[in-house]
């Protein structure tokens, strides 16, 4: 059980600080952080995260890189789905926090996009469907290439939070402006429940195209990098 509370204790702080960033932070009068605090606050909830509870659960904090490191050899089976459960509650409270936070506001109107993710008019820069599953599917299986060759028994001991953290940062500098970046199931459930309508019913692609690309980054690392 300690795994299942380290997953969903990092996926919320993931949710929560990330998305959090997004919604309260970025383009606050003057002192916004912009698409690059918010893409540093992501990078640092995995990194901060990862010291924490790492040595407990592994710190996958995202269905699609648990099923990643499944097929890379790096998790098994019977846990994929516990940690699944654990990551997707871990996001949608946080999600929930954020909800009660922001209509808490004393000139609320509207919770607006609520930093989930999408395409077409529903992408920060219009980029339509294909453009986002290509996005979502490469930044995933990177940083699934990331993740492994990061906590290879012969990687330098101790750094991996930092390359994976960073790792993120990059994969949202990236892509903030084309689907405001997923690469994780659970973060992209969480908020399209609370944002509703065509979020909700996009919500799919950030299902299938970050699992497709961990899938596929896990079988490259196991067939090609996996054999000291």
């Given at each position: 059980m300690k795994k299942y509370f380290a997953?969903?204790?990092?996926?919320?702080?993931?949710?929560?600080?990330?998305?959090?960033?997004a919604i309260f932070a970025a383009?606050?009068?003057?002192?916004?952080?912009?698409?690059?605090?918010?893409?540093?606050?992501?990078?640092?909830?995995?990194?901060?995260?990862?010291?924490?509870?790492g040595h407990i659960s592994g710190a996958h904090f995202n269905p699609a890189v648990t099923i990643g490191l499944w097929v890379g050899g790096n998790h098994t089976a019977k846990e994929v789905i516990p940690y699944i459960i654990s990551q997707l509650i871990?996001?949608?409270?946080?999600?929930?926090?954020l909800y009660i936070i922001v209509t808490n506001n004393s000139g609320f109107e509207s919770i607006g996009g609520f930093a989930a993710n999408g395409y077409g008019e529903f992408s920060p820069g219009?980029?339509?469907?294909t453009a986002a599953f290509i996005t979502e599917f490469l930044l995933t299986m990177f940083f699934l290439l990331?993740?492994?060759?990061?906590?290879?028994?012969?990687?330098?001991?101790?750094?991996?939070?930092?390359?994976?953290?960073?790792?993120?940062?990059?994969?949202?500098?990236?892509?903030?402006?084309?689907?405001?970046?997923?690469?994780?199931?659970?973060?992209?459930?969480s908020q399209a429940l609370f944002a509703g309508g065509g979020y909700l019913?996009?919500?799919?692609?950030?299902?299938?195209?970050p699992i497709a690309g961990a899938v596929v980054g896990g079988f490259i690392y196991k067939m090609l990098f996996d054999k000291e």
């Open positions: 997953e969903f204790f990092g996926t919320f702080w993931l949710v929560f600080g990330g998305c959090g960033s383009g606050f009068p003057d002192l916004g952080i912009g698409f690059a605090g918010v893409a540093l606050a992501f990078g640092l909830t995995v990194l901060t995260m990862a010291y924490a509870v871990g996001a949608i409270l946080a999600a929930a926090c219009g980029y339509n469907m990331i993740i492994l060759g990061s906590i290879h028994k012969n990687a330098p001991k101790g750094f991996a939070p930092i390359a994976i953290g960073l790792g993120l940062t990059l994969i949202h500098l990236i892509s903030i402006p084309i689907t405001n970046t997923s690469v994780n199931p659970a973060r992209s459930m019913s996009q919500v799919w692609l950030f299902w299938v195209a």
